[in-house]
């Protein structure tokens, strides 16, 4: 075997001087680019469209666009040559992860290296193919003998000879193995014994084949990825989006892909997987700054009860309500009652003027065709109204105010133009310019109303919706007639100064497109959600709405579960009545050693049980004192002793954000120093050493935890849940910190499950 390890190093040497002789081309060749498009850009300016006889104005014109058009192929050229250097540099110290033999026909061995992209030599043979081409699915569902892989046209028989797999670094083989299966069991876990990053690492060569038919399954439109911490599921979810990008780069722009995350924090996290793959990276957002994309000029209010869902499983009925799926049913119903008379309607007015009234509008409204929805009726209303801004441009001119001020404004021009004509034919022309101009400029507010649809009350129009629901909606709901005022009283409020809530924001824009053919900003072909139990059905309903023919995938692990709202998943029926919904579970846990797994495991029930990796590592421990304050010591000890290995990521998580300012403010100054507190998903995880309350801490993992002040305050049924996640995000060493004789969720664990 040293004998072929020496061989595949030499290989592997080969193939990185290959790399580096593309690159050192493509330098060569961004320079020209760089060069060529600055002077282009210079000559941009100097283009001049030539007047004169027709034919020289459409030559000039001609030649201008085809100016154009080849700056615009440099530019994408120049992106292009951006975007594959940095896909070199990813390969450059690993090139690839694995290889295959096989024989086709009778055709004689070939060996294909798999790497994160494709790269060939000057003769054009694959040295390294990409891992989503689809000869690469040998090897993650391949086996050894007779076996195949499948295009979108033909399907191909072969017989596989070898599945190899690496571990490179720094252009050195670490790790080399012949397995048969998608990946050998202890390479997998040499890869996740490795230390964690402030960032999620690209995973593409420990894909297993329940990973891998997700991230391959073409077929599927609808996708729901159900898994359990530490499963693999974001990383199988972002695996996917690249697999699409490559499968559908002739015509897939990477802006037509939606990528929702939890929060800003957890969005920075996952931020490089993409790009470690070889594709750019897909704009990450929030549902928040989604929404804030789509009502620019609202204010979408910050969650504040975020946290407080989070600890008590549970959000206000009102909120709940809003986040399902009855109001979006019943908002089709009220649009249905409102299309005869039309929505509520606001005067036209300039300056306390009325020019339009709302009366009017109604009457023009009802003459337009009743076979049509409203905001097609809208529509022609809009069109009326502004051949009616015309008509008052002429009314509105014949009035002394505007010759007056016309007069004015001509006397200004020829005072400021002293060597202007003054003929009369030309004074007459100047005259009625400036007139036009003037009257332009007073009606441009009320055009712009009239091009904005704002001669609809929108606002008035979503209270009166509210107050619409039926009060058997809200009794069904658990609320009376008195929250529900207050509740409205609220929105009132906020409406005022142009805030909305997420969930009223979701219903509102909904409204909207109902009241008026609403235009949406952002276009998408494939839509995917991370951490779905977090995203309730009203706003995939939504997206639904907006993005009726995209792809869907949502991903997500219902034992994290925090929000007492309706699941996408108990309304999968409701949501997608007409569309087949694919659905996969990821049950084995990849990040957390079996001795934290099974600590953790105590917190769900029987059924949400999960199953294991064979990584081992030592007991959680759990430190137990008299009083927080020796609590503290221990804490602040351990934490001393853990900066000593500087290659391991370390988070302290409390229950709380004021647990978690209250124990930053009791930690010595020297660690205060080291200790980055995080409170907000703003932040962004910039030392190895962090202070985050838990309902940040989601998604993410650490190679060590400590679980602060685990003792009265984790005693419901939502607090097992909260436990758990904390407990999951620890990939190596588990330590729990609780205060003796204070009853706590930890009495229920199996002693022989921990260490003290």
Same mark, same amino acid.
């Given at each position: ?64 666009? *085809?100016?154009?058009? !080849? ?30 033999? #096989?024989?086709?026909?009778? =055709? ?22 990409? &891992? ?17 892989? !499948? ?45 964690? %990053? ?36 974001? %990383? ?34 996952? %931020? ?20 804030? *994309? ?34 979006? @049913? ?14 509520? +309607? ?17 009457? &023009? ?13 809208? *529509? ?8 009616? =801004?015309?008509?008052? @441009? ?5 009035? $002394? ?10 006397? !200004?021009?020829? =005072? ?82 142009? @805030? ?7 219903? #509102? ?25 977090? #995203?309730?059905?009203? *706003? ?29 998943? %108990? ?34 029930? $029987? ?6 990796? =064979? ?43 004021? !647990? ?23 932040? +962004? ?16 993992? #650490?190679?060590?935890? +400590? ?14 849940? /909260?436990?758990?996640? /904390? ?30």
């Amino acid at each position: 075997m040293n004998q072929e390890r020496q061989k595949e190093q030499q290989h592997v040497d080969q193939t990185i001087a290959l790399i580096d002789k593309e690159a050192t081309l493509l330098k060569q060749q961004q320079q020209l680019l760089t060069g060529q498009l600055q002077d282009q850009l210079q000559g941009v300016g100097e283009q001049r469209i030539r007047g004169g006889d027709e034919e020289a104005f459409y030559e000039s014109v001609l030649e201008y666009r *085809q100016y154009e058009e !080849e700056l615009l192929l440099k530019y994408h050229t120049a992106d292009s040559v951006e975007k594959r250097l940095k896909t070199l540099q990813t390969m450059n110290g690993n090139p690839y992860f694995a290889r295959i033999d #096989f024989t086709e026909d009778t =055709a004689a061995k070939e060996t294909l290296y798999l790497g994160i992209s494709s790269l060939r030599d000057h003769a054009e043979n694959a040295i390294v193919i990409d &891992w989503r081409a689809p000869i690469a699915n040998l090897y993650y569902e391949g086996e050894l003998g007779p076996t195949y892989y !499948e295009t979108d046209t033909e399907r191909y028989e072969v017989d596989l000879l070898l599945k190899r797999q690496f571990k490179i670094q720094g252009g050195q083989i670490t790790s080399m193995v012949d397995t048969t299966d998608v990946i050998n069991d202890e390479f997998l876990l040499e890869i996740l014994d490795e230390a964690s %990053s402030s960032q999620m690492k690209n995973i593409v060569s420990t894909i297993q084949q329940a990973q891998n038919q997700i991230i391959r399954d073409t077929h599927s439109k609808i996708m729901l990825i159900e898994g359990i911490a530490g499963s693999g599921k974001t %990383s199988a979810l972002l695996q996917r989006i690249a697999f699409l990008l490559y499968r559908h780069r002739k015509w897939l722009k990477d802006d037509q892909v939606l990528l929702f995350s939890p929060n800003h924090l957890f969005s920075d996290y996952i %931020s490089m997987v993409l790009p470690s793959l070889g594709e750019s990276e897909v704009p990450t957002r929030t549902f928040r700054s989604f929404m804030q *994309q789509l009502l620019p000029t609202f204010t979408i209010n910050q969650e504040a009860a975020q946290e407080e869902v989070f600890l008590t499983g549970a959000e206000s009925r009102t909120q709940r309500l809003k986040s399902g799926l009855s109001l979006i @049913h019943f908002s089709h119903r009220y649009l249905q009652a409102i299309t005869e008379l039309g929505p509520l +309607f606001r005067d036209l007015k300039i300056k306390g003027k009325t020019y339009i009234t709302a009366s009017q509008m109604r009457h &023009w409204y009802k003459e337009t065709n009743s076979q049509l929805p409203l905001y097609q009726r809208t *529509q022609l209303l809009q069109t009326k109204l502004l051949k009616k =801004a015309g008509g008052l @441009h002429k009314d509105e001119g014949k009035k $002394q105010w505007v010759k007056e001020l016309t007069e004015e404004r001509l006397q !200004e021009y020829y =005072a400021d133009h002293p060597n202007a004509d003054d003929s009369e034919k030309s004074e007459r022309r100047l005259r009625n310019q400036i007139r036009k101009a003037v009257l332009n400029r007073y009606f441009r507010p009320v055009v712009r109303a009239i091009e904005e649809f704002r001669f609809i009350n929108f606002s008035k129009q979503y209270l009166h919706f509210l107050k619409s629901v039926p009060s058997t909606l809200l009794s069904k709901a658990g609320i009376s007639s008195e929250a529900w005022s207050t509740a409205n009283a609220k929105v009132r409020s906020d409406l005022k100064i142009r @805030h909305l809530d997420q969930e009223d924001a979701v219903l #509102f824009f909904l409204l909207c497109r109902g009241l008026y053919p609403a235009d949406v900003p952002l276009k998408a072909r494939f839509i995917f959600v991370d951490e779905m139990q977090d #995203f309730p059905p009203a *706003q995939v309903a939504l997206l639904r709405s907006l993005y009726p023919k995209a792809g869907l995938t949502l991903c997500g692990d219902l034992n994290q579960k925090v929000f007492g709202n309706e699941t996408i998943v %108990s309304n999968l029926e409701d949501l997608f009545s007409e569309e087949e919904v694919t659905r996969y579970q990821l049950t084995t846990s990849y990040r957390s050693t079996k001795e934290i797994t099974d600590f953790a495991n105590q917190f769900l029930s $029987q059924e949400d049980q999960v199953e294991l990796t =064979a990584r081992t590592g030592d007991l959680p421990l759990v430190v137990t004192s008299p009083s927080i304050q020796e609590n503290l010591t221990k804490l602040t000890s351990s934490l001393t002793k853990a900066q000593e290995d500087r290659f391991w990521r370390t988070a302290i998580i409390c229950k709380t954000k004021e !647990e978690c300012r209250k124990l930053y403010d009791n930690l010595p100054a020297e660690l205060q120093e080291k200790v980055q507190l995080i409170v907000s998903e703003d932040d +962004f995880m910039k030392r190895p050493l962090i202070l985050i309350p838990a309902f940040l801490a989601k998604g993410l993992e #650490f190679d060590r935890v +400590f679980a602060w002040n685990i003792s009265e305050n984790f005693t419901t049924a939502q607090d097992r849940l /909260i436990l758990y996640t /904390i407990c999951t995000r620890a990939m190596h060493e588990l330590t729990l910190f609780t205060q003796a004789g204070e009853p706590s969720l930890l009495d229920q664990a199996n002693s022989a499950s921990f260490r003290n």
